[in-house]
Every structure is written in structure tokens, then in C-alpha cells.
């Protein structure tokens, strides 16, 4: 049969006329601490300072602890039966590796789900470029019947000459642009993450001349394919995404033509102003000009009475 262990246990009791800041003082010595080290011991909880120890042991640190002021005491540790009816087999969850050379497996850090939720009004998340496309065409075609609207409503309110219509009419325009402006600022953080930059990049957008080529970037630069310190990879792409972005293309081409016929108008009228201004310039009309010219004899008696009468030589 074994010997018996003792262990010296301490509940936060002080021997008789002890104070507490000594206590700890000499506590802190004895176990060369600091003060602050020695707090938790004063909690009121039964704390076990000295495991498996003999009685004689016990009795000599029990002794040591007594000169520093505390109440400590000696009780047996509790004897531990074991019994093989107890254990129980456990199956393994994880398997060998295949190679004895081959690095531990374990699990660390917290699982992340395959794909992340989409959040379309929210700083977190990722989107990759062509949803990052189709939210922006689904926010242009909300806004646009809108502006529309507050646009006829406007002219409507400037030929009635209605200053409280208009002054209304203006904060209402400038609530819907700060909301445009606000929920393009989040799409455009969630496609920065995507690529792994900060969403604080935003800000080159009002940088002069970086500004004017930095949206281009974000349309363009391709996420990363795994999770980054954003979060998991966005869902792959609907048919809805791919539908929406791919009616950017059809804007971007009634743009071009539209402008290609403006620019043809606008030359064709140019053309034709500066044709008529040099036709004007370099004509010159009857009108302006002005031709004098004597009246032609009606008859011989006329004319004799408009020839000069004869001179007489000598009478002169």
C-alpha cells in the first residue's frame, strides 16, 4: 500500500493580529513574487498552494507559510482509483498520414464556410468584378426613373415660378445623390476586398488624375480565388449577374453611337454655317450697288433745246 500525500491549502484566512498588506508582503517573498502576483490567492476561494507532498514535507511548508502571517493547513490528498471498466475507446477522427515524414495535422483556427454571404449594403464582404458590374448597372437603372421623375416635376415647378416647390425639390435631388454616392462607396469597398486591398483605398477616387483611371483598376484587377482576411471568396456568378453586366455593353454601345451621331451632326452643322458665311462674304448684290445714268432724248426738239445757243464772233 502506498504512503499517503498531503497538500497545504489556503482560503484568504490571516493569522491573529496580521495585517493584510504584510501578509501579502511576506508572501511575495517567500515565493519571490510581487505583490501582484499574490492577489489571487487572497479571492476567497480554497486554493491548493503545495500538491503531493509527504507529512514531513508538508509540515515544513507549513511552517514556512505560518512565518509569513497566513493560515494555511494540511489536508490528505485524495486518493485515485483507477479501474479499466472506466476507460472507454474512443474512434479516431483523424487518420494517419500517409507518409511518417508528413507534417501533424490539426485543425487550427476556425472553419470558414466555401463561399461568404452577399451584403450588398455593408462594408463586409467580397464581390468579384462582374457582380461588382451588375449591382452598379441594377443601382443606375433605379436611379435613373427617379431622376427622371424629379426632373419633370422640376420643369413643372420652374414654369409655375414656385420657389418652395423648387427649394424642396433640391433637397430631395440631394438626398438621392448622397444615397447614390453612398451605396456606390460600399460596392466599391466590397470589390476592393475581393481583390484584398483596405476599402480605405477608396479614397484615390478624389485624388486628382489618380481618381480618373482608379475605377477602371477596380473593374479590372481579379480577386483572389481563396479566402483573405476579408473573409471567404464570393458565390460564383448567376445568370442574373452575368445578364445584368452584359447589359453594360449595350450602354456603352448606344454611348458610342449616340455620340458618333452627335459629333457627325455637329460637323455637318459646322460645316454648312461656315459654307453660307463665306458664300455671304463674297457675293456682292445689285442692291448694293448703285449706277447713275442720263435720261435718253425723247425727240429732235428736245434736243435742240438742250444743245447751246451759237456765239456770234462779232459782236464779241
Known amino acids: 500500500m502506498s504512503e499517503p500525500r498531503y497538500k497545504i491549502v489556503f482560503d484568504g484566512a490571516l493569522q491573529p493580529g496580521v495585517d493584510l498588506t504584510t501578509a501579502k508582503l511576506n508572501l511575495a517573498a517567500l515565493f519571490k513574487s510581487d505583490v501582484a502576483g499574490v492577489e489571487r490567492l487572497f479571492n ?30 494540511i489536508e490528505a490528498e485524495t486518493a485515485i482509483e483507477l479501474n479499466l471498466a472506466d476507460v472507454h475507446e474512443h474512434p479516431t477522427t483523424s487518420t494517419e498520414p500517409d507518409s511518417p515524414y508528413a507534417p501533424p495535422r490539426a485543425n487550427v483556427g476556425e472553419l ?23 449591382w452598379t448597372m441594377v443601382l443606375s437603372l433605379v436611379t435613373l426613373p427617379i431622376v427622371g421623375v424629379f426632373a419633370l416635376i422640376g420643369l413643372g415647378l420652374v414654369s409655375g415660378d414656385s420657389t418652395t416647390g423648387l427649394i424642396i ?40 488624375f489618380v481618381g480618373s483611371f482608379f475605377p477602371l483598376v477596380i473593374m479590372v484587377v481579379p480577386g483572389n480565388t481563396g479566402a483573405n482576411r476579408y ?13 445584368l453586366c452584359s447589359l ?28 453660307e458665311s463665306s458664300y455671304e462674304s463674297g457675293s456682292v448684290t445689285t442692291d448694293e450697288v448703285e449706277v447713275e445714268t442720263a435720261p435718253a432724248a425723247n425727240s429732235v426738239d428736245d434736243a435742240a433745246e438742250a444743245a447751246p445757243a451759237p456765239v456770234d464772233s462779232a459782236k464779241e
Do not use: C
Open 44 to 73: 476567497g476561494n480554497t486554493i491548493a498552494l503545495k500538491h503531493d507532498l509527504s507529512h514531513s514535507d508538508a509540515q515544513t511548508y507549513l511552517q514556512a507559510l505560518s512565518k509569513t502571517g497566513i493560515d494555511a493547513r
Open 112 to 134: 470558414l464556410p466555401a463561399f461568404a454571404a452577399l451584403k450588398p449594403f455593408s462594408v463586409e464582404g467580397r464581390i468579384g468584378r462582374l457582380r461588382f458590374l451588375a
Open 169 to 208: 425639390g433640391g433637397i430631395f435631388a440631394f438626398f438621392l445623390f448622397l444615397g447614390f454616392i453612398i451605396v456606390s462607396i460600399l460596392f466599391s469597398v466590397q470589390r476592393l476586398h475581393d481583390i484584398g486591398w483596405s476599402g480605405w483605398l477608396w479614397l484615390l477616387n478624389l485624388v486628382p
Open 231 to 243: 473573409g471567404p471568396p464570393p458565390p460564383p456568378n448567376s445568370t442574373a449577374v452575368k445578364v
Open 248 to 275: 453594360w455593353i449595350v450602354f456603352l454601345a448606344l454611348v458610342f453611337a449616340g455620340g458618333m451621331l452627335g459629333g457627325i451632326s455637329a460637323i455637318q452643322q459646322e460645316y454648312e454655317t461656315n459654307l
